[in-house]
């Protein structure tokens, strides 16, 4: 199995390490050529999702992308990559995939409390250490999205069809079970 991991901008070095760990490959998908190779799921990274938009219009990649999501190549995103992928953003008129039925607010946490780390249950896995840097959380979803995990009340996880999506950087924490759930979920796909 080999995993393609965005990589314009943002934390895709971690996403990276972490799938060594778990003795998967992976590939870095940096330019439009790259989205050629094989791989059997995507993962997009946490990072700045203005910056990666305009960057993935301006490597012609995001058309192309955005067909393998919605033709179900299975996907990991994590923060900023959850902005990518949302139908709808509450403060931002921007949207960029548009193929996950949830609205998503940015910088939901505000400044003061932009970033910080919890530990909550994940659903089919567990309590799992959760890092939150200036992160989005779920608004609302469609019935047919399966609501993950939720901190404070407010929704942070979520699977709907080939994506799964969340707030935190399950990179950043020495914990491999969410890339080991993204593994399984490519196995069962
Ligand atoms: N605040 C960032 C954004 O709006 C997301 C932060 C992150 O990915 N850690 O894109």
């Given at each position: 199995m080999t995993i393609g991991v965005l990589a314009?901008?943002?934390?895709?070095a971690e996403h990276i390490k972490r799938l060594k760990e778990l003795g998967i490959d992976s590939v870095e998908l940096?330019?439009?050529?790259?989205?050629?190779k094989p791989f059997d799921g995507i993962i997009l990274p946490g990072g700045e999702s203005t910056v990666q938009g305009k960057l993935l219009k301006e490597l012609d990649m995001f058309d192309t992308l955005k067909n393998m999501i919605k033709n179900e190549v299975p996907v990991l995103a994590t923060c900023a990559g959850l902005i990518l992928l949302a139908e709808k953003l509450e403060n931002d008129s921007h949207t960029y995939f548009?193929?996950?039925?949830v609205t998503v607010k940015r910088n939901a946490y505000g400044r003061q409390l932009g970033s910080f780390f919890t530990e909550e249950d994940f659903k089919g896995i567990g309590k799992i250490p959760m890092t939150f840097i200036r992160a989005p959380y779920i608004e609302s979803s469609s019935d047919d999205v399966d609501i993950l995990a939720k901190e404070n009340n407010h929704t942070i996880a979520v699977r709907y069809k080939n994506q799964l999506a969340m707030s935190?950087?399950?990179?950043?924490?020495?914990?491999t079970r969410i890339h080991e759930y993204f593994v399984d979920m490519i196995k069962g796909c």
């Open positions: 314009v901008q943002g934390a895709f940096r330019k439009k050529d790259d989205l050629g548009g193929t996950l039925p935190f950087h399950p990179e950043l924490d020495n914990d």
